[in-house]
């Protein structure tokens, strides 16, 4: 079972930043894959980016060049920095993790408002 707690959404203006962090706990493998995924009111759930516990990167291309993915494997905790912001980057943000025999989890979500 493992646990993702999420923090770091908010109202920004066009332009601005934002990180998220997510931090995974109980029973984490050390080998695993986190990512980010988001969704608007309507729509389906869409991946934003996921990095491997060796740091294999995928981005959607959306946000190629604007948002950068990271882990602190020490820390079990996957971060999302979110620069250049537009307003069709407004969605919830989900953390994912999935493990070693294809079990996955989410977070709750995080809001992510950006103002034009």
């Known amino acids: 079972q493992v646990q993702l707690v999420e923090s770091g959404g908010g109202l920004v203006q066009a332009g601005g930043s934002l990180r998220l962090s997510c931090v995974a706990s109980?029973?984490?493998?050390?080998?695993?894959?986190m990512g980010w995924y988001r969704q608007v009111p309507g729509k389906q759930r869409e991946l934003v980016a996921t990095?491997?516990?060796?740091?294999?990167?995928n981005y959607a291309d959306s946000v190629k060049g604007r948002f950068t993915i990271s882990r602190d494997n020490a820390k079990n905790t996957v971060y999302l920095q979110m620069d250049s912001l537009k307003p069709e980057d407004t969605a919830n943000y989900y953390c994912?993790?999935?493990?070693?025999?294809?079990?996955?989890?989410w977070g709750q979500g995080t809001q992510v408002t950006v103002s034009s």
């Open positions: 994912n993790f999935r493990g070693l025999v294809g079990s996955t989890y």
């Open positions: 109980g029973t984490v493998f050390s080998i695993n894959v």
């Open positions: 990095i491997t516990s060796e740091n294999n990167i």
